[in-house]
C-alpha cells in the first residue's frame, strides 16, 4: 500500500473524529471517518454497506444485528474489499434448540469479519461456540468509564479519608449478575449488603436471572435510574463491591464496573471468568469461583474485617485502572489496529 494513500474509516464510535484529530498527525497520510448511527434493521445496514464500498474500513462497536446483516451483505457481494472490524461483540449461549440453530448460522456469517477487536483474552468459549479463530482476534484493554468524573469525585475528598471505606457491601451492575449467589453469601456472613440494580426487566434484558430466593434482612434492594453520576454516588457508599458472574458466562462481564469501582479505589471481588482471570493477575482484585456462596462469603468477610488487606487490594486495583486511561486511549488502540491491518492486507 502506498505509504501516502488517504484513508476512509466508518464507524459507530461517535468520538472517532475527534480522537483521529489528535492521532493522525503520526500517520503520514490523510485519514477521513464518517460516523453514522443504525438501528440495525435491514434498511439502515443496508445504507451502510452502500457507504463501505467508498471506504477502506468499517469499525462496528458491539450492534450485533447490524453486524450479522452486513456479513450476510458480504456473502451476496463478495467483491466489497472495505475492512470490516468488530469491537466487543457480544455473544450468549446457545442453550435452547433455536438458539443452538442460530448459533450455527451466526457462525457461518462471522467468517465475514475481517478481525474481532475484544476486551479480554479468554476466547474460548467464543471459540468454541461461535467459530471464532484466535488469528482474527486482537486484546485490547478497556477503560475506565466517566473518568473524568471520577477523579472529581477523589479530589473532593479529604485527604484523610480512605476510598476503600464505606458502609456496606454492594453488588453492582446489570449483566449477568448471578444474585442469587450474592444473597445466599451475604444471608452467611450477616453483614449490611445492598443490591443496586434498575429495574428487573432491564435487568432481564441484559441477561440477569430474577433471584429465586429472598432477600435476608441485613441486604436492601435499591433501584437506581441508570445514569452513570448515580452510579459514581452509589459506589462511593460502599466498603466492597461485588460483581458476581454465572459460570458458564463467555465475555468480559463486569470489565467496565470493576475498573470504574477500582479507580474509585474500591476493593473488588468478581468471580472467576473471561475477563477477569486472565487480566487480574497482580492481586488487583479478589476473584472467586462462580456461584460458590461460601467462597463469596468469606471472601467478603476477609475484606470487610481485614482493613489493611482491604486497601492493598483497593489500591493495586486502583493503579492498574488509572493505568488504562480513557476511551481518547483505547479509540486510538483501536484506530492503530485497525490501520495496521489493513496496511498487512495490501502489503500482502
Not at 471464532?132 to 475528598?157: D, G, H, M, W
Not at 449490611?192 to 434492594?221: D, F, T, W, Y
Amino acid at each position: 500500500m502506498s505509504q501516502f494513500r488517504p484513508l476512509t474509516i466508518l464507524s459507530n464510535f461517535h468520538n472517532l473524529p475527534n480522537v483521529l484529530e489528535r492521532w493522525a498527525f503520526k500517520e503520514p497520510r490523510s485519514i477521513f471517518t464518517e460516523t453514522f448511527s443504525s438501528n440495525g434493521n435491514l434498511l439502515s445496514a443496508l445504507r451502510v454497506f452502500l457507504k463501505t464500498f467508498q471506504a477502506d474500513i468499517l469499525i462496528l462497536n458491539v450492534a450485533e444485528s447490524l453486524l450479522f446483516k452486513l456479513c450476510i451483505l458480504k456473502y451476496l457481494f463478495p467483491w466489497n474489499r472495505c475492512l470490516l472490524i468488530s469491537v466487543d461483540i457480544l455473544l450468549k449461549r446457545p442453550v435452547a434448540f433455536r438458539e443452538k440453530i442460530r448459533c450455527r448460522i451466526q457462525r457461518i456469517l462471522l467468517k465475514k469479519v475481517d478481525a474481532f477487536i475484544l476486551y479480554f483474552k479468554d476466547i474460548s468459549r467464543y471459540c468454541k461456540y461461535y467459530g471464532l479463530r484466535s488469528e482474527k482476534c486482537i486484546y485490547v484493554p478497556f477503560k475506565v468509564n466517566q473518568l473524568e468524573k471520577i477523579k472529581t469525585c477523589l479530589a473532593k475528598k479529604e485527604d484523610s479519608d480512605n476510598p476503600s471505606d464505606g458502609d456496606c457491601v454492594m453488588a453492582v451492575g446489570r449483566s449477568l449478575r448471578d444474585l442469587d449467589t450474592f444473597i445466599a453469601a451475604m444471608e452467611l456472613t450477616k453483614l449490611p449488603g445492598v443490591i443496586l440494580r434498575q429495574s428487573h426487566s432491564i435487568m432481564a434484558k441484559h441477561g440477569s436471572i430474577a433471584p429465586k430466593r429472598n432477600c435476608p434482612i441485613n441486604v436492601r434492594e435499591e433501584i437506581h435510574d441508570g445514569s452513570q453520576d448515580s452510579f459514581i454516588q452509589q459506589i462511593a457508599r460502599a466498603r466492597v463491591v461485588v460483581i458476581p458472574r454465572y459460570r458458564w458466562d463467555l465475555k468480559s462481564t463486569g470489565i467496565s464496573t470493576y475498573l470504574m469501582a477500582m479507580a474509585m479505589g474500591k476493593c473488588v471481588i468478581i468471580s472467576h471468568g473471561p475477563g477477569a482471570t486472565e487480566l487480574l493477575r497482580g492481586a488487583e482484585a479478589i476473584l472467586v469461583p462462580p456461584e460458590d456462596p461460601e467462597s463469596l462469603a468469606e471472601a467478603i468477610k476477609k475484606v470487610w474485617h481485614d482493613g489493611d488487606f482491604r486497601s492493598r487490594t483497593a489500591a493495586n486495583g486502583q493503579r492498574y485502572a488509572l493505568s488504562l486511561g480513557d476511551e481518547t486511549r483505547l479509540l486510538q488502540d483501536i484506530l492503530r489496529f485497525s490501520v495496521r491491518l489493513l496496511r498487512n492486507r495490501f502489503d500482502d
